[in-house]
């Protein structure tokens, strides 16, 4: 990641790729605009950030005084949520996010995101309509089978032999060495979260979505992140992935509006990062206030636009979607 | 002791795996949405030569090896042990047959090799890319035959055996690609 040969100056994507991404993002403005969503801008730079324990943050100090500490958003949910709240109905938002820490075939620590919410839709209203904008945008490029939908439970039971819900620790070790992962009792320990991200992104996830966009659902309560419990089953929280060819998409969730839950898991999350040792920032105090005042029933969805864009063009990695990824950056 | 953390793995980098010296071969990060990360890492272990897949969790570390790469000359071989010599320092290593491998079918006195050591230990030895070695037998050929097609086995003054062409004989010195074990030319 250190500075290279002068050579390096050139784009890492070809012309012809940039002319992709450039009609991607006409083609997403025009299926918003016909329906009606309104596009914002919300700071890519803000005081306050995520508490999600596996989520590294840039931060950098306004002025050079460390008191006046200043993160680079990792997706502008929460203050897209504020406005939600300030009553501007369904809104969507194309912008640069930032994850420290994550670089590889499928991650570059700064990417594009396409993130929207619908005021007034559930699950199924925001899945109908991810996946009528993925298939309108693919149409073009790559000729795809019909989706495909299942729920976490029904895609690790295909593709792990293992209910996620109700096995045990022993059950998880059994699976892992049955798919060759030996290492993986070391690793998953008595971490429950951990043993389904180990299978799921070991397991499931390659199997998931070959050449179609496949929707899994209905995600365990232990993966919360920001969506709500299921109205009929508690063990589980209204939240979707979207994958193509083995790869994430997007992340999407009927959206958690009630400010004391959200609250426990500010909490909850930041006991995570203290135990892991990792640095702890504040709760968003001023997402908590709009959940106070009150966040309309919505759904939203993140997308990562630069993955997308390398699935629908069948490429080897994010690079080469862009111009200039972390290495020449 | 040195340690490396998983964002810092890349290929060719020696660590310690099991207890033995190996090379990183690929390292892919893998992190589901908003989750745990981890690092698929494909190794091969230097002692045993087996490729290995592993999984570890994003910021884990792993001790690095003491392994470096040192041009050496042959001397001889006593039977038992091939031994080397550092040309600058005179320094001598004696590597067992398990080290040498299928370098020894081309190791001629006073080539330069290269030796992987670890811990100071020969852990492997990689011969010249090209090397000269006479021909200790071969058919005789139809003189004036230079089409080559398919040509006749050669047996070298190391034990190896190639295929020359027709009109190559004992006696010669011919240049050998080891990497693929193939004849290149005759060295007048």
Known sequence: MSNRAPSDWRPSCSPAMLRRRAELLRKIRQFFAEREVLEVETPLLSHGTVTDPHLSVFSTAYGGDPSQRLYLQTSPEFA????????T???YQICKAFRNEEYGRFHNPEFTLLEWYRVGFGLDELIEETDALLRMVSQATRNLAPSEHTSYRGAFLTHAGLDPLDAGLEDFADCASRHGLQEAAEIG?????????LLFSHLVQPRLGRNRFTFVRDFPAILP?????KSNDERLVERVEVFLDGMELGNGFFELNDPLEQ????????AARLDAGRPVPEKDGRLLEALQAGLPDCAGIAIGVDRLLLGLNRLEAIAETLAFPLATA | MAFVSTSEFKNGLKVMLDGDPATILESEFVKPGKGQAFNRVKLRNLKTGRVIERTFKSGDTLETADVVDVEMQYLYNDGELWHFMVPESFEQYAADSNAVGDAKKWLKEQDICILTLFNNIPLAVQPPNFVELTIVETDPGVRGDTSGGGGKPATLDTGAVVRVPLFVQ??????VDTRTGEYVSRVK
């Open chain 1, 225 to 229: 992140s920001l969506a709500r419990f």
């Open chain 1, 263 to 270: 609250e426990r898991r500010f909490d909850r999350d930041i």
């Open chain 1, 89 to 91: 109905g369904s809104i």
């Open chain 1, 80 to 87: 897209m949520k504020r406005l939600l709240a300030a009553g």
């Open chain 1, 189 to 197: 320990g008595a971490d429950r979260a951990i043993w389904l991200d």
């Open chain 2, 170 to 175: 004992t006696g010669e010195v011919i240049k």
